[in-house]
């Protein structure tokens, strides 16, 4: 069975959901689609409209399109990065510089591939013979210790600045760096999600919440595990020898955490 689906929860704590996220079928051809998710800037005023105006614009181009277009890679390519730029100019225009933004991670699936393009520390996983792969980076600096081999993954949530991101929608053109990633569409599961829910939930917790629940209940779980279920962390004495940091234990429902999820048949 098939299975498309989002889901958006406020959390315990924030006052507004600042997420905002996207699954949309072509009107001419219900095999291309896109996903997206949003995280607007919880440090700046007015993060949900960041998020919301983002989806919203994204929404309304893809509807636009026509198929030829979004079977031709480069120049889909070159128009989606376009697109994101231009709604980056849009929000500096409307609100000003530095004054609102938003995280996005958005897939487009055509004929042949998913082409994914990300800004900031949302994330689009793949999944395909029991193997949960993270297809993005999250552009941040505690990134860095990850990828150079400094730090577990796992680890990453518990720096005090984890949240601290270095590309945006929205705040100034600096900011605006996306990242394009083509791959075949020969994964089972494609799942995109906000750090609200990564910052909770490692990927053998998910990779183990996609093996034992249902298609259509998998994103729902994720969600509320994140959201609802305590996952008893707590600051890996590893770190406290290794780095002079200040940490911090990520609690349940601290965050928006959204999702979209594509299961194939």
């Not at 609200?196 to 919440?209: A, H, M, N, R, S």
């Amino acid at each position: 069975m098939e299975v498309l689906d989002k889901i958006s929860e406020i959390g315990a704590v924030r006052p507004t959901n600042e997420d905002a996220c996207l699954y949309i079928t072509h009107p001419k051809n219900k095999k291309y689609k896109l996903l997206a998710v949003a995280d607007g800037m919880g440090g700046k005023k007015y993060g949900e409209l960041a998020s919301n105006y983002t989806i919203e614009s994204i929404k309304k181009w893809f509807l636009r399109k026509n198929i030829s277009s979004l079977n031709d890679d480069k120049k889909l390519i070159s128009s989606t990065t376009r697109l994101i730029k231009k709604i980056n100019k849009e929000l500096i225009e409307k609100y000003g510089e530095n004054v609102l933004g938003t995280t996005l991670t958005l897939a487009i699936i055509n004929k042949e591939n998913t082409h994914i393009f990300n800004v900031g520390d949302s994330r689009c996983y793949s999944y395909k013979e029991n193997k949960l792969l993270q297809i993005t980076e999250d552009d941040s600096d505690v990134w860095m210790y990850y990828k150079y081999g400094n730090v577990l993954k796992e680890d990453l949530r518990y720096f005090a600045m984890s949240n601290l991101i270095n590309a945006c929608i929205g705040l100034n053109n600096t900011l605006c760096n996306i990242t394009t990633i083509t791959i075949s569409n020969d994964y089972e599961l494609l799942l995109l999600l906000t750090d609200g829910v990564t910052d909770l939930l490692t990927d053998k917790k998910i990779t183990k919440i996609i093996k034992k629940t249902s298609s259509k209940d998998i994103l729902k779980k994720i969600i509320y595990e994140a959201v609802y279920v305590n996952q008893k962390l707590s600051i890996p004495t590893r770190l406290k020898r290794k780095y002079l940091a200040n940490f911090i234990v990520p609690f349940t429902g601290r965050d928006n955490a959204s999702g979209v999820i594509y299961i194939k048949k």
